[in-house]
């Protein structure tokens, strides 16, 4: 077999799921796919139904349950790797055993050498076909036989590797097309063919007769386990298998559990364990090295590459790779122009372009608005380790420029580095070592100029912690590093706080920083972070101890699972909880009976029914339908009592979600003159909750709002409305900007606005600029302002509209709660240059009201 999968599956009863792909138009993938789920660059947006294995051959091939050609024309394309080939020959197999009369032929396209396929066919099949039973050459009458088994319809013709088949036209697609029509009895085939994903999306595809199913990703953990589980076995050391789970599913192995979901490189994987002696390497990059070195025996038989060709691809892949992070819009997703730059001519044969598509570097994965290719990385993991690969220096992460930021570099703050920098700290050259050495030192001793910090619980800037966490990751790449232990120490200090012996007190750090080093800790060499943690835990005099002790065991326990100290610290809190449970059924059928025994039961006791539907089963339509008819004619009952009149809305409420009954209904109590206005600010919440968006619900709020009756109490009610009414109403929303502005509500009543602002108005100017003034407000007391940068930090979007927060934040004299925690917002999402000015250029309302408190001081003296 000569074909590109044939190494891809060694387990051959582990089967790839497929997806239907019902193409009307050009897909459109996301274009921003993080790196931890490279492999979704791939999929198929527009898949109808899934078919597992089993199901695919019953419905698909045996019944031939397809719209287009019923059964006879299938293509199976998928990503290099995912096992195309290894399915087909489970189809053959198949078809063989389970369908009478079937005859199978199988062809390996790339064999054809510019032969058409009836060609070659009557010609070098047939010839090595008669040869196996001892003959020399195929007669005229065997190959009229041959034919005539075609004609019956009873030939199964498995075409393997459309994207391998030479074409004179360059479009393998449009040649078999060509070729399906002008022979007479290849068309009375069924046919099953296989191609990778970037020519069948890429080329303008001829054959539109056929069904599209594509290959998926396995599962992970259930396939991923099952395939190692079945590998291991079959080589006899299937305790092996079990070491490997369990090193997939550590912290820190994200990128490399969605890198295995792939067969291809879960083969990868399962030889380097393999012949690892059952050990993964120390670094990710150690581990991508052995995946490259790997990649390259792959097909090397079909596609031989000399040494210094491998070096001068492997040169400017890295260059790409680099460029395309740092540059390109849409980094993970190249333009063929952008590839041209680094790789030469995608038409030229003996390019390095042409060379990393053969060897399947890159793939195409579609095409742009200007209808020309569009390439990715084998996977986005790959690219960020070839961009590592490129990188020499250790200031291209990193030039601070300490008064000055906007001349220096900072990529160190740019998550999509993060992975790169990782990668590059794991390169094990001899020469980068003092390198790496010297970029940690940089950034644990990194100074952000933002602020001088003399408040416990804080000891750094905002861009200090995030350089000095990035350390702590890195260390677990460079294990060299000299102040190791001294990271994790610190790490484990942020994380859960620490005891000042000068004030004999408990002395814990902001929730921000808190939850970073808890994070970090799981990123971190986990050699340095266990002592630390088994310290605390030894400790006896924790502020809340049962709660941090619960904590720090289970940080302890994910970094080290057999951590004897964790698993004793942890034991009392698992022990404690208490097991029970009832089957959704037997409690559905309970409330179905008791609603049938007795309609006009109490509304009391209706609204537990309808309560506990929704919460145990949601599905159950019957019983809701039901229970929304009963609930709909109490309300409209005229004798209705006030309290039972709210009882009902509550319960409609719960279970009327999308019900044109229930809408209807709470519409009608809108309207109603008997209800008062705590009755019609609960139906039209309830309204709005049931069908977002009721511009009916919107307006009876506002009109309430606008009343010069309604009270505070009232006036708080209707703000938290709108707050879960309709996210980006405009009405709404300037309805809420309106009440926060005004002087004649109280604090209680702006902090609703506020809160329902943080809600619905995410990216909403006139939103923002209320909250601002909110922030710097002294007509306000402190909690209201604490609550305005809360609301702040839900709704902020851009750096523009950060800037703003982050000049009046600068101007507090000790940031602490919700203003330290917005502070800390924005400089997670700004770039570190614009956080620095910003925070050095106070704004003018800032300055007039500073100097206005120094001539009062002043005049006072």
């Known amino acids: 077999m000569t074909s590109d999968e044939g190494v891809a599956l060694q387990v051959d009863d582990v089967y790839v799921p497929l997806g239907l792909v019902e193409r009307k138009k050009q897909s459109k993938r996301q274009d921003n796919i993080s790196p931890e789920q490279g492999s979704e660059l791939y999929k198929e947006t527009e898949i109808t139904k899934t078919f597992e294995h089993d199901a695919f051959l019953e419905e698909v091939l045996k019944q031939q349950n397809t719209p287009k050609s019923k059964g006879r024309r299938i293509a199976i394309i998928g990503e290099p790797g995912a096992g195309k080939t290894t399915l087909l020959q489970q189809i053959a197999n198949w078809v ?13 396209l790339a064999d054809l050498q510019e032969q058409k396929l009836e060609e070659y066919l009557l010609g070098t099949w047939l010839t090595a076909a008669v040869r196996k039973k001892g003959k020399s050459e195929p007669t005229q009458q065997q190959k009229d036989d041959l034919i005539a088994l075609f004609n019956q319809q009873n030939v199964w013709l498995l075409l393997d590797g459309l994207d391998e088949m030479s074409a004179a036209s360059g479009n393998p697609l449009t040649e078999i097309s060509r070729q399906f029509r002008e022979s007479g009895f290849i068309s009375q085939a069924r046919i099953v063919l296989t191609c990778r994903v970037n020519l069948w999306d890429g080329s303008i595809n001829a054959l539109d007769n056929f069904e599209i199913y594509r290959t998926l990703d396995f599962s992970y953990p259930q396939q991923v386990e099952e395939f190692i589980s079945k590998w291991f076995t079959k080589i006899e050391i299937p305790e092996t298998a079990k070491q490997l789970y369990n090193a997939l599913k550590q912290p820190g192995k994200e990128r490399i559990r969605d890198l295995v979901k792939n067969p291809l490189r879960l083969t990868l994987l399962c030889l ?12 990710q990059a150690g581990l991508y090295q052995q995946f490259v070195d790997d990649f390259y025996k792959w097909k090397k038989e079909e596609f031989p590459i000399k040494s210094d060709q491998r070096q001068q691809l492997n040169i400017k892949l890295g260059e790409l790779a680099k460029e395309a992070i ?22 030229d044969e003996n390019s390095l372009f042409k060379l990393a598509l053969k060897r399947g570097w890159l793939n195409q994965v579609g095409i742009d608005t200007n209808r020309k290719p569009v390439y990715t990385f084998f996977h986005a993991s790959f690219q960020e380790y070839f961009a590592a690969k490129a990188i020499d220096d250790w200031h291209f992460f990193l030039n601070h420029v300490p008064n000055n930021p906007s001349q220096g570099t900072y990529r160190i703050f ?4 993060k992975q790169t920098i990782l990668l590059w700290l794991g390169r094990e050259e001899e020469n980068l070592k003092q390198q790496k050495q010297k970029f940690i030192d940089a950034l644990v001793n990194f100074k952000d100029g933002c602020g001088k910090w003399d408040r416990e619980g804080v000891d750094k800037g905002f861009y200090e912690y995030q350089a000095y966490f990035l350390a702590a990751a890195g260390i677990s790449e460079f294990r060299d590093y000299s102040r190791a232990d001294e990271i994790g120490a610190k790490i484990a200090k942020w994380g859960f706080g620490y005891f000042n012996t000068k004030k004999q007190e408990w002395i814990i750090f902001a929730n921000a920083i808190e939850n970073e080093a808890k994070s970090a800790l799981q990123q971190t060499d986990r050699t340095k972070a ?38 004793n610290a942890l034991a009392p809190f698992l022990l404690s909880k208490e097991a029970f449970g009832i089957g959704n059924e037997q409690v559905i059928s309970d409330l179905m009976q008791l609603g049938q025994l007795k309609k006009e039961f109490d509304n009391t006791a209706r609204q537990k029914v309808a309560s506990t539907l929704e919460q145990f089963d949601a599905n159950n339509r019957q019983a809701i339908d039901e229970e929304i008819d009963l609930l709909v004619q109490y309300l409209q009952s005229k004798d209705l009592s006030h309290l039972n009149r709210i009882r009902t809305v509550f ?3 719960g279970i009327g979600t999308g019900n044109k009954k229930a809408i209807s209904a709470l519409e009608q109590l809108l309207q109603s003159q008997n209800a008062d206005d705590y009755t019609h600010s609960l139906a039209a919440d309830s309204l709005g909750k049931i069908d977002p968006g009721n511009e009916k619900a919107i307006a009876a709020l506002v009109q309430l709002l606008q009343s010069p009756d309604v009270d505070d109490y009232m006036r708080k009610l209707v703000a938290e409305s709108l707050g879960t009414i309709d996210p980006g109403n405009e009405k709404a929303i300037a309805t809420l900007v309106k ?5 004649n509500v109280d604090d209680l009543t702006r902090w609703q606005a506020a809160s329902s602002l943080g809600k619905i108005a995410i990216g909403n100017q006139e939103a923002i600029a ?14 209201t302002r604490r609550y305005a940068a809360d609301c702040l930090g839900k709704i902020l979007q851009n750096n523009q509209d950060r800037s703003i927060v982050v000049k009046v934040l600068s101007n507090y004299w000790k940031l602490d709660g919700k203003y330290y925690d917005l502070a800390w917002q924005c400089a997670q999402n700004m770039p570190y240059p614009n956080f620095y000015q910003a925070w050095h250029q106070h704004s003018f309302f800032t300055r007039t009201m500073r100097s206005s408190k120094q001539i009062l001081f002043t005049r006072i003296i």
């Open 326 to 347: 740092d540059k390109e819009a849409t980094r993970f997703r190249l333009q063929e122009n952008f590839v041209t730059q680094f790789l030469g001519d995608a038409d």
């Open 770 to 783: 209320a909250l601002v003034k909110l922030l710097h407000s002294t007509t306000v007391n402190d909690y």
């Open 530 to 567: 266990i002592k630390p943690l088994e310290k605390l835990l030894q400790l006896k005099n924790l502020p809340n101890k049962s709660r941090r002790n619960y904590a720090a065991a289970e940080s302890l326990w994910q970094i080290d699972p057999k951590n004897e100290q964790a698993i």
């Open 96 to 108: 063989f055993c389970e369908i009478p009369q079937s005859v199978v032929i199988w062809v390996s």
């Open 651 to 653: 319960s409609l409420r």
């Open 414 to 417: 740019e998550p999509k580095w």
């Open 272 to 283: 380097n364990w393999q012949s690892g002696e059952g050990t993964l390497p120390d670094t």
């Open 739 to 743: 009440l926060l502005e005004s002087t």
